[in-house]
């Protein structure tokens, strides 16, 4: 995908903040308002935005977050895959995978009971597909998100006024507060103090966007396990700054890595993006490798084939802004 480098800029301040206004853009990137205006909506046009929110889950009502990886001893069509698992509520993204796993899936559950039950359904599911699953739950999002569906919001435990109002916005979070407002028959006023105190709560954590489109040719998934070994610390910084921090001076399209979480379960990390090839995403892992080579890493690699549940979480962000860096309490032990 070819973007001119102020359709990049521009990008960049619509997944950092999807409600910004033409007069703030033409603020913030020395341009026209005329010509901000002009480089959204070719933006909109040439990568479908979708405008949606990054959500706080568990102020929502759901206290956990599994990733899953699945192997079929069968494989299903993915019409029949795809039917199956969109029946599910508690699931918001589920891909076709190629590599050491088949299906890759992310589920939000209202408690550890709910996600083991829900577990157990999935397994049953696919039982004609001789299903293995394997799960970990999302201890620390230290950046990326999953965008939520809005079959879940209905189900949040949040008030009902607050609940119509997010889904409208999860819907397009761009959307102008009296066009919303007109169709919830809420006046302007009440809804943009009713927004702003969802933003303050911290119930929504960015109003964002994501491409429509496949922007590059690969997209990766992998979990990870490590045995970690003395100076694992300066490991984790000469990663950070190698493989996440360090920025072309052109902007890209998208951040190269998507989703950096800690876990627990089956693999203690989760690693997702997306690069111009296929070879680039095996290089990324294998320099990852390379840098933690005196912990062993063991790694479970796919590459993304086909979504079909929910939106690839891919966008473009200020990573070393927005990554979250704080480490684990070690007294604990």
Not at 186 to 201: A, H, P, Q
């Amino acid at each position: 995908m070819v973007l001119s480098k102020p359709e990049k800029a521009v990008l960049r301040e619509l997944c950092e903040n999807s409600r910004i206004s033409a007069s703030e853009l033409s603020r913030k990137l020395g341009i026209s308002r005329y010509n901000a205006a002009q480089l959204v909506d070719s933006l909109e046009q040439k990568l479908k935005l979708r405008y949606t929110l990054e959500l706080d889950y568990k102020k929502l009502g759901f206290s956990t977050m599994h990733a899953l990886y699945l192997r079929l001893s069968e494989k299903p069509r993915s019409e029949a895959l795809g039917k199956i698992i969109s029946k599910s509520t508690r699931i918001q993204f589920f891909a076709e995978t190629s590599g050491d796993f088949d299906c890759l899936a992310f589920a939000i559950a209202k408690d550890p009971l709910e996600y083991s039950q829900l577990e157990v359904a999935l397994q049953a599911s696919l039982i004609d597909y001789g299903a293995t699953i394997k799960s970990a739950e999302v201890t620390k999002m230290r950046f990326g998100f999953v965008p939520l569906n809005n079959k879940v919001l209905e189900l949040s435990s949040v008030e009902e006024a607050y609940k119509k109002i997010l889904i409208a916005l999860n819907e397009n979070s761009r959307v102008q507060l009296n066009e919303m407002g007109a169709k919830l028959g809420i006046g302007e006023e009440t809804l943009n103090y009713y927004v702003k105190k969802l933003y303050g709560d911290g119930m929504i954590k960015r109003f964002t966007a994501v491409p429509g489109i496949d922007v590059y040719k690969s997209s990766f998934a992998a979990f990870i396990n490590y045995q970690i070994s003395r100076g694992v610390l300066s490991r984790i910084e000469r990663e950070r700054h190698e493989l996440y921090f360090s920025e072309p001076e052109e902007l890209p399209v998208l951040n190269n890595i998507q989703e950096m979480w800690s876990l627990s379960g089956v693999s203690q990390a989760f690693m997702m993006g997306t690069l111009e090839s296929n070879e680039q995403s095996r290089e990324l892992i294998k320099r990852h490798n390379e840098i933690y080579k005196p912990d062993n890493p063991e790694v479970k690699y796919a590459e993304i084939k086909d979504v079909l549940v929910g939106t690839l979480p891919f966008r473009n962000l200020d990573i070393k802004k927005d990554y979250d860096t704080t480490g684990w309490p070690l007294e604990l032990i």
